[in-house]
Every structure is written in structure tokens, then in C-alpha cells.
């Protein structure tokens, strides 16, 4: 079983730059398939981005070349890092991860989720 912590969200304004971190605990996270999604109150949960053992990264054709998604092995934390942001990515940010190598961009074979950290982008 895989714990993730997030830290919290915050406010920004368009343009601006926020980066989120989720911590996980368990055995053998370093070789999960680990990634980001978000919600609105209108929307399902979609993609932001996943990230593989091997660090190969996979992004929703909205946030490609704005958001980044990293992993710090050593120390177990997840990385959002999300620039040149625009108020349509004010949503919810979960990560979420699923004892697996290979990635999937599919949220509903993830088990294991964070709290949630909501992100607020003004214009």
C-alpha cells in the first residue's frame, strides 16, 4: 500500500508559476508508475501528466511544454512544476500512483491517490 501526502495548492495569476509536491511511502514506490491529474466541479478527472521508473514523462496535450513532472527517487516526492499558467488550470491536483513500470494515462487504474491540493489561476 502506497501513502501520498500533497503539499498545498495556492493562488496565482495568469502567467504565473506554482509547484506542487506529493510525497510517497511504501516499498518499492521507486518503481511505480506515478503521475498528476486534476478536476473541476464541471469536469471528470483528466490527465495532467504520468511519469514512469524509467522517467519517461507523458503530458496532456494542454499543459505540454508549460508543466513538468519530475521525481526525486532519493527522497520518494513527485514534482509538479507548473509555469506560464492560465485560469483554465484552475482545478483540483491529485497525484497518484499504481505499482506498475510501465505508465497509463487512464486515472481509473490508479489505486492510490493524494488528498487533493487546489490551484487557482486569476486573470
Known amino acids: 500500500q502506497v501513502h501520498l501526502v500533497q503539499s498545498e495548492g495556492g493562488s496565482v495569476q495568469s502567467g504565473g508559476s506554482l509547484r506542487l509536491s506529493c510525497a510517497a511511502s511504501?516499498?518499492?514506490?521507486?518503481?511505480?508508475?506515478k503521475g498528476w491529474f486534476r478536476q473541476t466541479p464541471e469536469e471528470e478527472r483528466e490527465l495532467v501528466g504520468v511519469?514512469?521508473?524509467?522517467?519517461?514523462?507523458i503530458y496532456a496535450d494542454s499543459v505540454k511544454g508549460r508543466f513538468t513532472i519530475s521525481q526525486d527517487n532519493a527522497k520518494k516526492t513527485l514534482y509538479l512544476q507548473m509555469d506560464s499558467m492560465k485560469p483554465e488550470d484552475t482545478a483540483i491536483y491529485y497525484c497518484a500512483a499504481r505499482p506498475a513500470q510501465k505508465c497509463t494515462v487512464l486515472p481509473a487504474l490508479f489505486g492510490s491517490w493524494g488528498q487533493g491540493a487546489q490551484v487557482v489561476v486569476s486573470s
Open positions: 511504501g516499498y518499492g514506490v521507486s518503481n511505480f508508475c
Open positions: 511519469i514512469g521508473s524509467n522517467g519517461v514523462t
